[in-house]
């Protein structure tokens, strides 16, 4: 489904292990996701999350004003933050803030798009079915993606416009890219790939927020735990379940399988995480199983691999991590949150909503109280920035 829209051969998380791929993911690593860029590049996250706090204070203190209710929609918060982290790394600028129509529309498409990409197509199944499209999905897929591309698109557009008129700013990840193309002529297959890291980088880090968030909220003993709590997050509610679809590129046998070549293959990081033989206990919310454990997540630990493992592991892990506890810590730090509608710990429904991400199904509405302000909330997050 994703293919509908990003040719395999453009995209770096679709794309074929061929030199082309090799090239982008190198390009990637190297020039913006190395420790000493990602370290370079902790004062553009703590201005994404600051401008993040302050829209939440605005939107709360105009919504008060107006007698209205204070609660809001987190994950919509937290995707714009992102979504704003990547426009900066990539094009220089912050491209959305809460209250513009772009924002909304993208989250939407976003949401649809992510549902259908994880429903099963008959098509799938049935090949001979696929001109015909029984459940609509090409259909629907191919609207709800072509907005969101469309949105990107025009970002990335304006940009390139002022990269051919000279204008003088800070070197970006485009113009790393565009560089690398040389003469320019092959701009074009570059953007798919500006435009996809859009969706990887913000989609996955307010799900993954969301979901810590209403763990939080429904086991309020978790609060001072917060650091395993993350580990137990990434463990129970992975944001990409399946993580991304692979195609075996070779016969192989896997553990006594015969997987045949060219089959799409699932990694159910989901099931890893909630599987009885490699955690005790697995579906109780226990954080401080981390405490006195060597387990972390960045794919040398087969049972918990929310951002995958080996080559095609996620290009922005480091980056995610940060920008995830420096989200988090902000959150928690600068606000006490309140469930609504007289739900309580107990009762906040956890449901998940299946997709290719794995969004909770009833978005965490909350509603933040009592803005703090103290020394001790600066030194902890400028702890959590420099982690
Ligand atoms: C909490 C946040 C995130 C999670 C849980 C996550 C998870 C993942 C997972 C599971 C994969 C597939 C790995 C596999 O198939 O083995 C992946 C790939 C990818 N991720 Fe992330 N990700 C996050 C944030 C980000 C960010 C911030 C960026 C970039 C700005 C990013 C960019 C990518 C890209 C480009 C790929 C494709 C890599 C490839 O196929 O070579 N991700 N991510």
Redesign the pocket.
């Known amino acids: 489904m994703y293919s509908l829209l990003i040719t395999n051969e453009a995209s770096?998380?679709?794309?074929n292990f061929r030199p082309y791929?090799r090239m982008l993911?190198r390009l990637?690593s190297v020039e913006?996701m190395t420790n000493k860029r990602i370290n370079e590049t902790a004062s553009i996250r703590r201005k994404c999350v600051d401008q993040m706090i302050r829209s939440i204070e605005d939107d709360v203190a105009a919504a008060k004003a107006r007698g209205e209710s204070r609660e809001l929609n987190l994950p919509h918060y937290m995707f714009l933050m992102?979504f704003n982290l990547?426009g900066n790394?990539m094009l220089s600028r912050d491209l959305l803030d809460s209250q513009c129509k772009e924002g909304h529309e993208l989250f939407q498409a976003m949401d649809k798009v992510m549902g259908w990409a994880g429903k099963p197509n008959i098509a799938d199944f049935l090949p001979f079915l696929k001109w015909l499209d029984p459940q609509e999905m090409k259909r629907n897929m191919s609207r709800d993606l072509g907005r969101a591309m469309e949105i990107v698109a025009g970002f990335v557009k304006e940009r390139i416009e002022e990269h051919k008129l000279g204008k003088e700013k800070a070197k970006d990840f485009l113009d790393v890219l565009l560089e690398h193309e040389g003469d320019g002529k092959e701009w074009h297959g570059k953007i798919p790939y500006e435009k996809?890291?859009f969706f990887?980088?913000s989609e996955?880090?307010s799900?993954?927020v969301e979901w810590f968030m209403a763990e939080l909220l429904s086991n309020p003993e978790a609060m001072r735990k917060v650091k395993e709590e993350l580990n137990e997050t990434?463990t129970l509610h992975?944001?990409?379940p399946l993580?991304?679809p692979?195609n075996a590129l070779q016969d192989t046998n896997f553990m006594g399988c015969h997987i045949p070549r060219d089959s799409q293959v699932f990694?159910n990081?989901w099931a890893i995480g909630r599987d009885p033989d490699s955690w005790e206990d697995p579906l109780a919310c226990k954080p401080e199983r981390f405490l006195k454990s060597n387990i972390d997540y960045k794919g040398q630990n087969f049972e918990l691999?929310?951002?995958?493992?080996?080559?095609?592991?996620?290009?922005?892990?480091t980056?995610?991590?940060r920008?995830?506890t420096l989200g988090l810590a902000s959150l928690i730090h600068n606000f006490d949150w309140e469930l609504v509608n007289n739900v309580i710990p107990d009762t906040l429904d956890m449901s998940e909503r299946i997709g290719i991400t794995m969004r909770k199904l009833v978005p965490l509405i909350i509603i933040p109280k009592n803005v703090k302000e103290c020394l001790e909330m600066h030194l902890v997050l400028v702890m959590y920035s420099l982690n």
């Not at 691999?305 to 892990?317: E, H, K, L, Q």
């Open positions: 770096l998380a679709v794309g791929w993911r990637c913006l992102s990547v790394l996809e890291m990887w980088g996955t880090t799900t993954t990434l992975p944001a990409l993580l991304i692979r990694v990081a691999i929310p951002f995958g493992s080996g080559r095609r592991i996620c290009v922005g892990i980056l995610a991590h920008v995830v």
